[in-house]
């Protein structure tokens, strides 16, 4: 097994107007992939990276030629997007899991994936090493940047949003871990994903609020990847975060976390993201800890009264 340190670097449309959103919104365009290898005893073995030239958005947005330093001439050096990737895959090797730094890179990469309809059979097992900093090392349950946490464990830094420089960072920081011990807690496997971001029945709904959503039969129902069976989800709790989780199961045990996500529509309302998860340790721990806020809340409202 390969641990693919992995970071990329996307642009971005410059403005709304220029906002693809067909299938899906889709707004950030990779023009960068930068990975380090790792083998099964977790010591850095190769190094990768490649510069990929836009399909979607071919001017750079002004903010990320600053951020990465990669300019519009850069750009004429690099490749499509399925050639990067296809030699990206082959310098995985066969088996491989990738690690972010963040729970962003990944979804990024899929939606990118779908823009080209390419495949996500090659998305496997992913794990978020700054969710593992942050609940391993600083015992706290929040981000920590990729800057702060190498400045909080005095580690010289390479200049950041560089997408292989970032990877060599973050891998300084998995050296300071027992990623061993903590890897099965903290996989992430997503489920149904092609499904719900470019065809979900949902999609193009526009929900007054997100209790209204939890209302919709297709927000809450999905099919097990597994055994096939249709699942309805009824347990939904507010994330704190903005989102809403939910927790749902098939007749065969297998469980799942939901994330439901909303953005501003055309008029009023909200339109729904969802993005469904294997539940692991670390995703059920989530879902619990918001349980026990809003239970809290409850209890408190109810002492007020």
């Known amino acids: 097994m390969n641990y693919i340190v992995l970071d990329l670097e996307w642009n971005q449309p410059r403005s709304a107007a220029e ?19 790792l083998n099964e005893r977790f010591e850095a073995v190769d190094e990768f990276k490649i510069l990929i030239s836009p399909t979607f958005y ?28 296809r ?22 990469l899929m939606d990118n994936l779908l823009m080209h309809r390419m495949s996500l059979d090659s998305v496997r097992e992913c794990y978020d090493l700054q969710r593992m900093f942050g609940n391993e090392i600083l015992r706290e349950n929040r981000q920590c940047s990729l800057e702060n946490a190498m400045k909080l464990l005095r580690f010289p830094m390479e200049r950041g949003h560089d997408a292989l ?9 998995a050296g300071f871990m027992d990623l061993e011990k903590y890897m ?34 297709d927000v809450v129902s999905f099919s097990c990847p597994y ?30 976390l939901l994330r439901l996500s ?28 918001a349980v026990e806020r809003r239970d809290e809340k409850l209890r408190e409202k109810q002492g007020m009264e």
Request: one cysteine or more; hydrophobic letters at 40%.
């Open 165 to 173: 420089n970032d990877a060599k960072n973050t891998v300084r920081i």
């Open 58 to 85: 071919t001017v750079l947005n002004g903010r990320v030629s600053r951020l990465t330093r990669i300019y519009k001439g850069m750009l004429k050096t690099g490749v499509p997007f399925p050639q990067a990737y």
């Open 262 to 289: 909303g953005f501003p529509a055309a008029e009023k309302g909200i339109h729904v993201r969802r993005m469904i998860f294997e539940m692991s340790d670390d995703l059920w721990d989530i879902y619990q800890t």
């Open 19 to 37: 906002l693809i959103q067909t299938p899906f919104a889709f707004d950030s365009e990779i023009i960068e992939i930068g990975a380090v290898k």
């Open 87 to 108: 030699e990206f895959l082959t310098w995985c090797g066969e088996e491989y899991a990738f690690l972010t730094w963040g729970p962003t890179d990944i979804p990024v």
């Open 184 to 217: 099965e807690e903290y996989v992430t496997i997503y489920v149904n994903y092609e499904e719900d971001r470019a065809g979900a029945a949902f999609a193009e709904k526009e929900f007054s609020n997100m209790t209204q959503a939890l209302k919709d039969p």
């Open 227 to 256: 055994c096939g069976a249709d699942i309805v989800c009824e347990e939904f709790v507010p994330s704190g975060t903005g989102k809403t989780l939910g927790y749902a199961s098939c007749p065969e045990e297998d469980e799942f």
